[in-house]
């Protein structure tokens, strides 16, 4: 089956949620750190991300990220410092799907649903209208034939493309993922390469947590990596593979242990 790639997709504007207008920075994490027990999973780490940008997050396995992301999200308590999105603690937001969409596991989704029943009960809990489940099942590629299939019958591939529709059936300004482009053939990559930079080109903010280096060189306009659960380096693309021809150079660089003890403190700079 030939999937289009929707580079002409129009984002609905639906309206902006209260205290929108004028926010510059969608996400912002300041000095967080999560322990668990004696383990110090993420240790004093601030960034931020910008309205109209694709921030990629990156680092090895094990290094933090998911951790940040579940904290940002309300999913894990900080032990220390904070994480807000339009300013405020995710779990204090009005019905936040309207504000922010989330795709962490795309997996984690109920496999005796069919991938259209998955949308109408997310639908249901958030507030938003029926027509808006047929907007995002084209807008991920996903045909009317594969939402009524159960999702246990999906492919990964599949799969990420509905948790993509779920996280954007709010029409939200900013977008949390994590690995969203596991189980994409190389044609569901470029498409979600598209999808993700039409986003941040309408004004969206997307923190993008990818082990795909090419993709986010390809689509990140600011970079932020963590190592053994502290900031790396957080700066401009163009910034970060100044040194190197390509991202995948810079973040061995970064990541590897004995490359940050020689490095000091983290690589930073302004936003372009």
């Not at 322990?35 to 991300?49: E, H, Q």
């Not at 810079?250 to 020689?262: C, I, V």
Request: charged share 20%; net charge positive.
């Amino acid at each position: 089956m030939v999937r289009q790639n929707h580079r002409t997709q129009t984002f609905t504007t639906g309206t902006r949620p209260a205290g929108w207008s004028g926010i510059s920075t969608m996400i912002t994490v300041s000095h967080l750190t999560k322990k668990y027990g004696r383990l110090t999973a993420v240790d004093d780490v601030s960034f931020g991300v910008e309205a109209g940008s694709v921030t990629g997050f990156l680092g090895p396995n094990g290094a933090g990220k998911s951790t940040t992301l579940k904290c940002i999200v309300g999913l894990s308590q900080p032990t220390s410092g904070t994480a807000t999105v339009f300013g405020r603690p995710f779990v204090t937001l009005s019905n936040p799907a309207f504000r922010i969409g989330v795709l962490l596991d795309a997996s984690a989704m109920h496999p005796g649903r069919t991938g259209r029943e998955t949308l109408i009960t997310a639908a249901t809990v958030i507030g938003t209208p029926r027509a808006r489940i047929d907007e995002v099942l084209e807008l991920v590629g996903l045909t009317q034939a594969e939402a009524r299939r159960r999702v246990g019958a999906y492919s990964l591939g599949m799969r990420q493309r509905l948790g993509v529709a779920v996280a954007l059936l709010g029409n939200p300004r900013t977008l949390i993922l994590d690995e969203p482009a596991n189980g994409l053939d190389p044609q569901g990559i470029r498409w979600m390469r598209t999808l993700l930079r039409d986003f941040a080109d309408r004004g969206g903010a997307v923190l993008l947590s990818s082990h795909l280096l090419h993709e986010v060189q390809l689509i990140a306009d600011r970079v932020v990596m963590i190592g053994s659960g502290r900031i790396v380096a957080d700066d401009t693309l163009a910034n970060l593979t100044a040194r190197h021809e390509n991202l995948e150079d810079t973040f061995f660089e970064l990541t590897t242990p004995t490359s940050r003890a020689q490095q000091g403190s983290p690589q930073t700079g302004q936003a372009a």
